[in-house]
T-cell receptor, first 116, second 114 residues
Framework: AQSVTQPDIHITVSEGASLELRCNYSYGATPYLFWYVQSPGQGLQLLLKYFSGDTLVQGIKGFEAEFKRSQSSFNLRKPSVHWSDAAEYFCAVGGPSSGGYNKLIFGAGTRLAVHP | ETGVTQSPTHLIKTRGQQVTLRCSSQSGHNTVSWYQQALGQGPQFIFQYYREEENGRGNFPPRFSGLQFPNYSSELNVNALELDDSALYLC?????????????FGPGTRLTVL
């Protein structure tokens, strides 16, 4: 069965520190992978996506993610966190095995808190 | 701003009632998907509409139904509301079915069932 696991429910970092949010997926075919961010009371904003090619993907707001097929992972990173990055982050997968590239399976999310 | 709007923002209903949630997609987007996000969880795919036809459904019962209109708007209807239907309902639109087009999410409708 297709699934996405985000092992960390809650992460707290200091402003200026580096960040890595973990995402592991289970998927039958080559996945399309996404990271979304959700601020309180807001919808989802796409940070970055991976379809093919270079396994290191650059996104908005200084985020990047690396696709590692051997580890079934797509971890999100940022070298220096800003207070405004505090939000909930969702990893998602789509593709033929879930019925379509835009029929996404989401993880449960990681809530990021940033200390000043 | 994603150009996708949803109404109403919040809604309170009682068990057994029916509810209609609305979504207005970006102009030209002929694909809309609906998701349910329960508190503390990630969004779950309900169904997708492409050119006014349902194009795939997640693990949701038939009392969840939808419509898509030619003017890029869509509706999610839920009959016989249950307490577990309390959630944030998100719609997302994209330019076309499949491919690598980005899905744009609306801000959601928060439904509370008492």
């Amino acid at each position: 069965a297709q699934s996405v696991t985000q092992p960390d429910i809650h992460i707290t970092v200091s402003e200026g520190a580096s960040l890595e949010l973990r995402c592991n997926y289970s998927y039958g075919a080559t996945p399309y992978l996404f990271w979304y961010v959700q601020s309180p009371g807001q919808g989802l904003q796409l940070l970055l996506k991976y379809f093919s090619g270079d396994t290191l993907v650059q996104g908005i707001k200084g985020f990047e993610a690396e696709f590692k097929r051997s580890q079934s992972s797509f971890n999100l990173r940022k070298p220096s966190v800003h207070w405004s990055d505090a939000a909930e982050y969702f990893c998602a997968v789509g593709g033929p095995s879930s019925g379509g590239y835009n029929k996404l399976i989401f993880g449960a999310g990681t809530r990021l808190a940033v200390h000043p | 701003e994603t150009g996708v709007t949803q109404s109403p923002t919040h809604l309170i209903k009682t068990r057994g009632q029916q509810v209609t949630l609305r979504c207005s997609s970006q102009s030209g987007h002929n694909t809309v998907s609906w998701y349910q996000q329960a508190l503390g969880q990630g969004p779950q795919f309900i169904f997708q509409y492409y050119r006014e036809e349902e194009n795939g459904r997640g693990n949701f019962p038939p009392r969840f139904s939808g419509l898509q209109f030619p003017n890029y708007s869509s509706e999610l209807n839920v009959n016989a509301l249950e307490l577990d239907d309390s959630a944030l309902y998100l719609c997302a639109s994209s330019l076309k079915l499949g491919g690598t087009d980005t899905q744009y999410f609306g801000p959601g409708t928060r439904l509370t069932v008492l």
